[in-house]
Protein backbone atom coordinates (compact mmCIF):
# COMPACT_ATOMS: atom_id res chain seq x y z
CA UNK A 1 0.00 0.00 0.00
CA UNK A 2 1.46 3.37 -1.01
CA UNK A 3 1.69 6.48 1.56
CA UNK A 4 -0.80 8.32 0.03
CA UNK A 5 -3.57 5.42 0.43
CA UNK A 6 -2.42 5.19 4.44
CA UNK A 7 -5.90 6.28 5.93
CA UNK A 8 -4.04 7.90 8.80
CA UNK A 9 -2.32 10.40 6.32
CA UNK A 10 -6.17 10.80 5.35
CA UNK A 11 -7.20 11.37 8.11
CA UNK A 12 -4.43 14.02 9.12
CA UNK A 13 -5.10 15.71 5.91
CA UNK A 14 -9.21 15.89 6.09
CA UNK A 15 -8.34 17.02 9.76
CA UNK A 16 -7.47 21.04 8.64
CA UNK A 17 -9.95 20.84 6.34
CA UNK A 18 -12.80 19.88 9.13
CA UNK A 19 -11.05 22.57 11.16
CA UNK A 20 -11.62 24.74 8.93
CA UNK A 21 -14.50 24.61 7.38
CA UNK A 22 -16.23 24.45 11.18
CA UNK A 23 -14.36 27.95 12.10
CA UNK A 24 -15.75 29.64 8.19
CA UNK A 25 -19.42 28.20 9.81
CA UNK A 26 -18.87 29.70 13.20
CA UNK A 27 -17.67 33.44 11.38
CA UNK A 28 -20.69 33.56 8.98
CA UNK A 29 -22.34 32.63 12.03
CA UNK A 30 -21.29 35.60 14.12
CA UNK A 31 -22.08 37.54 11.25
CA UNK A 32 -25.18 36.44 10.71
CA UNK A 33 -25.93 37.05 14.31
CA UNK A 34 -24.83 40.26 14.37
CA UNK A 35 -26.93 41.55 11.22
CA UNK A 36 -29.88 40.22 12.99
CA UNK A 37 -29.18 41.94 16.38
CA UNK A 38 -28.67 45.18 14.64
CA UNK A 39 -32.22 44.54 12.23
CA UNK A 40 -34.06 43.68 15.53
CA UNK A 41 -32.76 46.91 17.32
CA UNK A 42 -33.82 49.20 14.29
CA UNK A 43 -37.38 47.82 13.29
CA UNK A 44 -38.61 49.59 15.82
CA UNK A 45 -37.88 52.49 13.98
CA UNK A 46 -38.20 51.30 10.09
CA UNK A 47 -40.79 54.04 9.01
CA UNK A 48 -38.40 57.09 10.19
CA UNK A 49 -35.37 55.51 8.58
CA UNK A 50 -37.79 55.08 5.30
CA UNK A 51 -38.89 58.51 5.93
CA UNK A 52 -35.14 59.99 6.04
CA UNK A 53 -34.58 58.01 2.93
CA UNK A 54 -37.47 59.52 1.44
CA UNK A 55 -36.41 63.16 2.69
CA UNK A 56 -34.70 64.29 -0.48
CA UNK A 57 -37.40 63.37 -3.02
CA UNK A 58 -40.62 64.89 -0.06
CA UNK A 59 -38.28 68.27 -0.30
CA UNK A 60 -39.04 68.91 -3.62
CA UNK A 61 -42.61 67.66 -3.84
CA UNK A 62 -45.91 70.20 -3.35
CA UNK A 63 -46.62 71.14 -0.41
CA UNK A 64 -49.28 68.44 1.04
CA UNK A 65 -48.14 65.84 -1.13
CA UNK A 66 -46.93 62.07 -0.35
CA UNK A 67 -46.12 58.76 -1.79
CA UNK A 68 -48.37 55.94 -2.30
CA UNK A 69 -48.73 52.21 -2.48
CA UNK A 70 -49.86 49.94 -4.82
CA UNK A 71 -49.44 47.01 -3.68
CA UNK A 72 -51.18 45.55 -0.45
CA UNK A 73 -48.72 44.63 1.85
CA UNK A 74 -45.76 47.71 0.39
CA UNK A 75 -46.71 49.27 3.22
CA UNK A 76 -44.46 46.71 5.38
CA UNK A 77 -42.36 45.03 3.18
CA UNK A 78 -40.71 48.40 1.93
CA UNK A 79 -39.54 49.46 5.63
CA UNK A 80 -38.79 45.98 6.38
CA UNK A 81 -36.68 45.75 3.30
CA UNK A 82 -35.01 48.92 3.93
CA UNK A 83 -33.98 48.42 7.42
CA UNK A 84 -32.65 44.94 6.43
CA UNK A 85 -30.49 46.69 3.98
CA UNK A 86 -29.66 48.93 6.53
CA UNK A 87 -28.90 46.66 8.93
CA UNK A 88 -26.41 44.87 6.66
CA UNK A 89 -24.54 48.50 5.50
CA UNK A 90 -24.11 49.27 9.42
CA UNK A 91 -22.67 45.36 9.93
CA UNK A 92 -20.20 45.56 7.12
CA UNK A 93 -17.39 46.31 9.46
CA UNK A 94 -18.12 43.46 11.65
CA UNK A 95 -18.75 40.95 8.76
CA UNK A 96 -15.48 42.23 7.01
CA UNK A 97 -13.52 41.65 10.25
CA UNK A 98 -14.92 38.19 10.65
CA UNK A 99 -13.69 37.21 7.21
CA UNK A 100 -10.37 39.10 8.08
CA UNK A 101 -9.95 37.11 11.24
CA UNK A 102 -10.60 33.78 9.14
CA UNK A 103 -8.04 34.42 6.24
CA UNK A 104 -5.19 36.58 8.18
CA UNK A 105 -3.54 32.94 9.61
CA UNK A 106 -2.53 32.24 6.46
CA UNK A 107 -1.25 35.71 5.31
CA UNK A 108 2.53 37.22 5.87
CA UNK A 109 3.30 39.88 7.98
CA UNK A 110 3.68 42.23 5.18
CA UNK A 111 0.67 41.18 3.50
CA UNK A 112 -1.54 41.80 6.79
CA UNK A 113 0.30 44.93 7.33
CA UNK A 114 -1.04 46.37 3.60
CA UNK A 115 -4.67 44.51 3.62
CA UNK A 116 -5.85 45.73 6.70
CA UNK A 117 -5.70 49.47 5.66
CA UNK A 118 -6.94 47.85 2.49
CA UNK A 119 -10.24 46.95 3.91
CA UNK A 120 -10.75 49.86 5.70
CA UNK A 121 -10.22 52.37 2.60
CA UNK A 122 -12.89 49.98 0.90
CA UNK A 123 -15.35 50.36 3.62
CA UNK A 124 -14.69 54.03 3.67
CA UNK A 125 -14.86 54.35 0.53
CA UNK A 126 -18.45 52.52 0.12
CA UNK A 127 -19.99 54.70 3.29
CA UNK A 128 -18.71 57.44 1.37
CA UNK A 129 -20.49 56.94 -2.35
CA UNK A 130 -23.42 56.11 -0.49
CA UNK A 131 -23.37 59.22 1.03
CA UNK A 132 -22.32 60.86 -1.99
CA UNK A 133 -25.28 59.68 -3.59
CA UNK A 134 -27.75 60.36 -0.44
CA UNK A 135 -26.53 64.45 0.04
CA UNK A 136 -25.22 65.31 -3.84
CA UNK A 137 -27.07 63.12 -6.39
CA UNK A 138 -30.40 62.39 -5.32
CA UNK A 139 -31.46 66.61 -4.46
CA UNK A 140 -30.10 67.14 -7.78
CA UNK A 141 -31.64 64.33 -9.56
CA UNK A 142 -34.86 64.59 -7.88
CA UNK A 143 -34.69 68.15 -8.67
CA UNK A 144 -34.68 67.82 -12.62
CA UNK A 145 -36.92 64.77 -12.54
CA UNK A 146 -39.63 66.77 -10.51
CA UNK A 147 -39.25 70.19 -12.66
CA UNK A 148 -39.09 69.00 -15.99
CA UNK A 149 -42.59 67.00 -16.24
CA UNK A 150 -45.74 68.12 -17.65
CA UNK A 151 -47.45 70.84 -14.51
CA UNK A 152 -50.76 69.55 -14.66
CA UNK A 153 -48.98 65.91 -13.74
CA UNK A 154 -48.76 65.37 -10.13
CA UNK A 155 -45.88 63.33 -8.57
CA UNK A 156 -47.05 60.20 -6.79
CA UNK A 157 -44.09 57.83 -6.23
CA UNK A 158 -44.76 54.44 -5.27
CA UNK A 159 -42.82 53.66 -1.87
CA UNK A 160 -41.96 50.49 -3.35
CA UNK A 161 -40.13 51.84 -6.77
CA UNK A 162 -38.78 54.07 -4.82
CA UNK A 163 -37.19 52.30 -2.61
CA UNK A 164 -36.01 50.05 -5.30
CA UNK A 165 -34.61 52.95 -7.45
CA UNK A 166 -32.17 54.52 -4.31
CA UNK A 167 -31.09 51.37 -3.43
CA UNK A 168 -29.55 50.87 -7.27
CA UNK A 169 -28.08 54.01 -6.77
CA UNK A 170 -26.49 53.73 -3.24
CA UNK A 171 -24.91 50.46 -4.56
CA UNK A 172 -23.54 52.17 -7.58
CA UNK A 173 -22.42 55.09 -6.18
CA UNK A 174 -20.54 52.97 -3.28
CA UNK A 175 -18.80 50.54 -5.90
CA UNK A 176 -17.80 53.25 -8.05
CA UNK A 177 -16.10 54.65 -5.39
CA UNK A 178 -14.14 51.72 -5.02
CA UNK A 179 -12.14 52.64 -8.21
CA UNK A 180 -9.03 53.97 -6.21
CA UNK A 181 -8.76 50.42 -4.70
CA UNK A 182 -9.11 48.51 -7.51
CA UNK A 183 -6.61 50.52 -9.43
CA UNK A 184 -3.84 50.62 -6.44
CA UNK A 185 -3.94 46.97 -6.54
CA UNK A 186 -3.79 46.28 -10.18
CA UNK A 187 -0.61 48.49 -10.13
CA UNK A 188 0.53 46.91 -6.37
CA UNK A 189 0.06 43.64 -8.06
CA UNK A 190 2.19 44.32 -10.96
CA UNK A 191 -0.88 43.36 -13.55
CA UNK A 192 -0.46 46.42 -14.97
CA UNK A 193 1.47 50.40 -14.59
CA UNK A 194 0.73 53.93 -14.23
CA UNK A 195 2.27 54.54 -17.33
CA UNK A 196 -0.36 51.94 -19.48
CA UNK A 197 -3.34 53.34 -17.03
CA UNK A 198 -2.31 56.63 -17.87
CA UNK A 199 -2.72 56.21 -21.41
CA UNK A 200 -5.65 54.56 -21.20
CA UNK A 201 -7.16 57.67 -20.29
CA UNK A 202 -9.82 58.17 -23.03
CA UNK A 203 -11.04 54.73 -23.33
CA UNK A 204 -11.40 55.25 -18.92
CA UNK A 205 -13.53 58.50 -19.44
CA UNK A 206 -15.83 56.97 -22.40
CA UNK A 207 -15.97 53.47 -20.03
CA UNK A 208 -17.22 55.67 -16.86
CA UNK A 209 -20.09 57.49 -19.13
CA UNK A 210 -21.17 53.70 -20.06
CA UNK A 211 -21.34 52.25 -16.78
CA UNK A 212 -22.95 55.57 -16.43
CA UNK A 213 -25.84 54.62 -18.47
CA UNK A 214 -26.05 51.09 -17.27
CA UNK A 215 -26.38 51.65 -13.59
CA UNK A 216 -28.00 54.81 -13.28
CA UNK A 217 -31.66 56.41 -15.13
CA UNK A 218 -31.47 57.32 -18.71
CA UNK A 219 -30.79 61.18 -17.95
CA UNK A 220 -27.77 63.02 -18.72
CA UNK A 221 -27.64 64.30 -14.87
CA UNK A 222 -27.46 60.98 -13.10
CA UNK A 223 -24.99 59.44 -15.70
CA UNK A 224 -22.49 62.56 -15.69
CA UNK A 225 -22.61 62.56 -11.94
CA UNK A 226 -21.48 58.70 -11.81
CA UNK A 227 -19.07 58.94 -14.75
CA UNK A 228 -17.60 62.18 -13.52
CA UNK A 229 -16.87 61.15 -9.63
CA UNK A 230 -16.31 57.75 -11.13
CA UNK A 231 -13.17 59.17 -13.76
CA UNK A 232 -11.73 61.38 -10.56
CA UNK A 233 -11.60 58.88 -8.47
CA UNK A 234 -9.53 56.62 -11.37
CA UNK A 235 -6.79 59.79 -11.31
CA UNK A 236 -7.08 59.45 -7.07
CA UNK A 237 -5.66 54.98 -7.66
CA UNK A 238 -3.36 56.45 -10.46
CA UNK A 239 -1.99 58.87 -7.67
CA UNK A 240 -1.55 56.35 -5.05
CA UNK A 241 -0.43 53.76 -7.72
CA UNK A 242 2.77 56.84 -8.26
CA UNK A 243 3.33 56.67 -4.52
CA UNK A 244 3.87 53.19 -3.77
CA UNK A 245 6.36 52.89 -7.21
CA UNK A 246 8.43 55.95 -5.62
CA UNK A 247 8.24 53.97 -1.97
CA UNK A 248 9.77 50.67 -3.65
CA UNK A 249 11.97 52.59 -5.47
CA UNK A 250 13.39 54.01 -2.52
CA UNK A 251 13.77 51.20 -0.94
CA UNK A 252 15.62 49.28 -3.45
CA UNK A 253 18.05 52.43 -3.29
CA UNK A 254 18.33 52.10 0.78
CA UNK A 255 18.85 47.88 0.42
CA UNK A 256 21.67 48.72 -2.30
CA UNK A 257 23.02 51.43 -0.48
CA UNK A 258 23.10 49.07 2.76
CA UNK A 259 24.98 46.23 0.81
CA UNK A 260 28.32 45.69 1.57
Known amino acids: MSKTDDPQDKNQLQAPLIEHLIELRSRLMRAVVAIL ?80 PILAS ?57 IPIATFLLILSGATTVESLAKKRPYVVLGCFVIGMLLTPPDVVSQSLLAIPMYLLYEVGLLFGRLVRRRKGMDVEEAEHDEP
Open 37 to 116: VIFLGLYAFANDIYSFVAEPLMALLPEGSQMIATEVASPFLAPFKLTLVVAVFVAVPYVLHQAWAFVAPGLYDNEKALAI
Open 122 to 178: SVGLFYAGAAFAYYVVFPLLFKFFTQTGPEDVAVMTDINQYLNFVLKLFFAFGVAFE
